[in-house]
């Protein structure tokens, strides 16, 4: 039986992209930045304190985009700095990887500004539930009420991360917090799975946060609202900011 000629070339080119495809994915994993436990930047001026934790994926790929992300953030933050930048990254295979390591980092902050960034699984309820972390959302919004801070960020990319806002709803934080979601209380958030995937919330977030957390905040929304036609109805795509005053009650929500 003789194939056509054209037939071969088609078949050709599926399997050279397959091989890339497969390079790509393989350089995504093997070349994730793993971030130092702790790193100071600057020593003059207001001092900001970030613990970021990047949760470990259900496999390589996605504890990669974790790792990614912090990497981005790290970046971001860095270059954007005015004062003394104090840097926790909490990440899996860690001895600070645990439920009690985040929120030590959290609550024994002391600070003009805190940011708390998580990325990776959750559930609603809780952040992690992979490898040993399953953070609970309210265990970390307590932890917020005993650090020390003027104002304080956090942001959560995770699955049905609009939860977390109920357990940050009557505390008495000492300083202004604002909450900030990948998604609502209600859907998933898709996860990015290599170089050719969109970007995640997080990551699209710090990118633009030169103009403040509001208005990345914004931007980075109406960017993922672009992009729902890549995905079912079943992810949710655009996230919520909510900001509580030190009076205990939300002042926005979105």
């Known amino acids: 039986m003789k194939v056509r000629r054209p ?30 436990e702790s790193r100071i930047n600057g020593e003059d001026g207001p001092r900001t304190v970030v613990v970021m934790v990047a949760g470990q994926g259900l496999d390589d790929i996605e504890t990669a985009t974790s790792l990614r992300d912090l990497e981005n953030a790290y970046e971001s933050l860095a270059r954007l700095n005015q004062g003394r930048l104090e840097v926790t990254a909490i990440t899996p295979g860690r001895p600070s990887y645990s439920n009690e390591g985040v929120v030590e980092a959290v609550q024994s902050a002391q600070c003009d500004r805190l940011i708390v960034y998580l990325t990776g699984h959750g559930g609603g309820k809780n952040f992690g539930a992979v490898g040993g972390l399953n953070l609970q959302r309210e265990v970390l919004a307590q932890a917020m009420t005993r650090a020390k801070y003027e104002e304080a960020t956090v942001v959560v990319d995770c699955c049905w991360s609009g939860e977390f806002s109920r357990s940050f709803e009557g505390k008495a934080f000492p300083g202004k917090v604002t909450l900030i979601t990948s998604t609502d209380a209600k859907h998933p958030s898709p996860f990015p799975v290599s170089f050719l995937s969109p970007n995640s919330f997080g990551r699209t977030l710090f990118e ?6 509001a208005t990345a905040f914004e931007e980075t929304n109406r960017e993922r ?5 890549m995905y079912g109805p079943e992810f949710g795509l655009v996230g919520t900011l909510g900001e509580f005053r030190a009076d205990s009650l939300p002042e926005s929500g979105r």
């Open 225 to 229: 609202a672009r992009i729902r036609w």
């Open 7 to 36: 037939f071969l070339y088609l078949a050709l080119i599926g399997i050279v992209l397959f091989i890339l495809d497969a390079l790509q994915r393989w350089i995504y994993v093997a070349y994730a930045p793993v971030q130092p």
């Open 208 to 213: 633009k946060w030169e103009k403040g957390s």
